[in-house]
Structures are given as structure tokens and as C-alpha cells.
């Protein structure tokens, strides 16, 4: 597994292994549960979890199967009020068996909700500002042309083509474009 992000493969590590660490006492399984369920050594998760391994892409698929969690609970690190997830550094995940496949996990989440999905088109001259959703709405918008300015009124954020950004939707926020063609996809996450 690769990932082509500023901070590293240290520090990827270091985001498993804190995660795997959380998602495990959450649920209150031993170590040695863990490994048996994910069917991997017990050494091996010990040294996962104290961040001084660097495991594979199958070694992370069976501890998230094993958890019940989705893969990018392991390997994402806690998400601030607006993530910005920038063109080219989501985490880059190859496959070991087919060399043309490629992937690249720009954002996860761990909820189960109702979500709608909009294709968006717009262009310059108008502010779109829309009203607080209901509590716990998520957005996450996509940019697939052009660029746009979007998030919370009081913090909103320049995303470029290929960019992400996710935020908490129940306060105002803004959606400008800010070229024409701009194009956009966004997904609402109802808790």
C-alpha cells in the first residue's frame, strides 16, 4: 500500500495505529479477538497497533472486516471542521494482484444515514447562501470543473477541480463559483 500524501508513510502508520487502537476498545475486543477474527497474527497487530508496522492493503481489509468498519476508519486521520481533500492527495491504495489498478480514497464515513447525491452546475456572479440544514448534516462537495467556493459562511474554503471538501451543513454556508463551467458534486449525509 502507497499513499501519496505531504505528511508520509510515518505518519500513516501512526494514523492506523491509533485508529485501530480506538475502534478496538470501542468495541471491547482483546487484541488476541482481534487478530484471530482478522485471522493475522497476534505479534503482528501488537506491533500494528504501537505504530512499528507498516501493514498491507489485505492486512488492513481484515482488520476493518474484523472490526465491522469500513477501510478508511483505519487509515484516515480525524477530520478537522472543513476537510479540504486537495486533487492528488487522497490516500493512494495499489492492488497487489492487478498492476493497471489504481484507487484513491479522497474521504470515508462511518455513519449509517440517508444521503441524497446532486450533480451541481454553476457560474460566476451569485453567492448562493444557504440556510442551516437539519443538526448533523454532512456535506461533502466534489469539484469536476472549474473552481468553487464553498463551506460554512464564517470559513469557507477554494476547491479546484478534483478537490473535496466535507463539512457540518447545519450552519450557513456558501456555494460560489468562482470560473465559469463550474461543475460539482455533492452529497448530503443525513444522520
Known sequence: MTERTPTGAAALVEVVATNVRALRGQIGMSLSELAHTAGIGKSTLSMLESGNANPSIETLWAIAAALGVPLGQLIEPRAPDVR???AGEGI??????????????????????TFEFYSMELEPGEVREAAPHNRGVVEYVFVTAGRLRVGPEASPVVLN??????????TRHVYE??????????????Q
Open 84 to 86: 479540504v481533500v486537495r
Open 92 to 113: 493512494r491504495i495499489d492492488s497487489e494482484d492487478v498492476i493497471s489498478l489504481h484507487s484513491e480514497l479522497l474521504i470515508s464515513s462511518n455513519r449509517r444515514v
Open 161 to 170: 477541480t478534483g478537490d473535496l471538501a466535507s463539512f457540518a451543513a447545519d
Open 177 to 190: 463559483s468562482l470560473e465559469p463551467g463550474t461543475r460539482a458534486i455533492l452529497l448530503m449525509e443525513y
